[in-house]
């Protein structure tokens, strides 16, 4: 049988990749057989993470439509062609709706949301002309279930879940597959505030059915898939990876 989930020979773009989560899915796709192209907006954490992994580094801010075009096309040239994204890179700024600044709230609307329709349309213009593509966007449990302090980014991977249809619907008869990936709670520097305090940490494990966190690692078997041929008939899902959280009251 030829390997359904293999990767190789295709271009994978991660943001947000110089640490957590995409990091992991990029170590995960490499392991694949993908040639990888690390991005992130900090080039300190991005050059020491590409060197690493020994492969390419661009940095950018996906906020920003021109220094995503002139990305996207120095890839395109450098590299080539890309096969797959990763819309992965993602911020927090917690508050209260109630005392949330609105600058605030707009930030991580426009980094979180706005950032994976700018790279995606940008990546999707070249798939589009070549009818091939696997987008992957990185969603969360809070699109779903939500807390308090943190309802500007709740709003943002909610609008995750539907760009991630939006998407699937326009760019599907270009051969272009669309899909999100939902993480439950995960050990990140994203998430250090909340392990790092001990009451969130034992609700953490004492909600989820498999009674822990979840580990970067844990994200790498679905990611590869979406990325493969395996997943050549799923478009607009929004796969949840949460231990379990979501089936239980
Ligand atoms: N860690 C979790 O538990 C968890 C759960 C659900 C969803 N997520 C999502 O997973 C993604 C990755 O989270 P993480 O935990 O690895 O976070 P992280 O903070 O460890 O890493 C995020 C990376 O994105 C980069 N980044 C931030 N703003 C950027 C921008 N404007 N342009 C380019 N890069 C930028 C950062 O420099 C950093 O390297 C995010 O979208 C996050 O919302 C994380």
């Known amino acids: 049988m030829t390997d359904i989930f293999s990767l190789e020979g295709r271009v994978a773009l991660v943001t947000g990749s110089a640490q957590g989560l995409g990091n992991v899915i990029a170590r995960g796709m490499k392991e694949a057989g993908a040639k990888v192209v690390l991005s992130d907006v900090n080039p300190t954490t ?6 690493e992994l020994g492969v390419p580094g ?15 096309a120095k890839i395109e040239a450098e590299v080539g062609p890309i096969d797959i994204l990763v819309n992965n890179a993602g911020i927090h700024k917690r508050n209260l709706l109630i005392d949330m600044p609105v600058e605030n709230w707009r930030k991580v609307i426009d980094v979180n949301l706005s950032g994976a329709f700018i790279v995606g349309r940008a990546v999707a213009r070249g798939m589009i002309a070549r009818k091939y593509g696997k987008i992957i966007n990185i969603a969360s449990i809070n699109a779903m279930m939500v807390r ?46 909340l392990s790092e305090d001990p009451e969130f940490d034992a609700w953490v494990k004492s909600e989820v059915p498999l009674r822990r966190w979840g580990d970067p690692k844990d994200l790498v078997g679905l990611a590869v898939m979406l990325a493969s041929p395996a997943s050549n008939y799923i478009s607009g899902q929004t796969i949840y990876v949460d231990g379990g959280w979501q089936a239980c009251l």
């Open 58 to 72: 661009y940095a950018f801010d996906i906020s920003n439509e021109a220094q995503v075009t002139e990305a996207v």
């Open 148 to 193: 308090p302090n943190i309802g500007n980014y709740c709003a943002a991977k909610g609008g995750i879940v539907t760009l991630t249809k939006s998407m699937a619907t326009e760019w599907g008869e270009f051969g272009i597959n669309v899909n999100a990936i939902g993480p439950g709670y995960f050990l990140t520097d994203l998430t250090k505030p």
């Open 46 to 51: 991005l050059q020491a993470a590409a060197a």
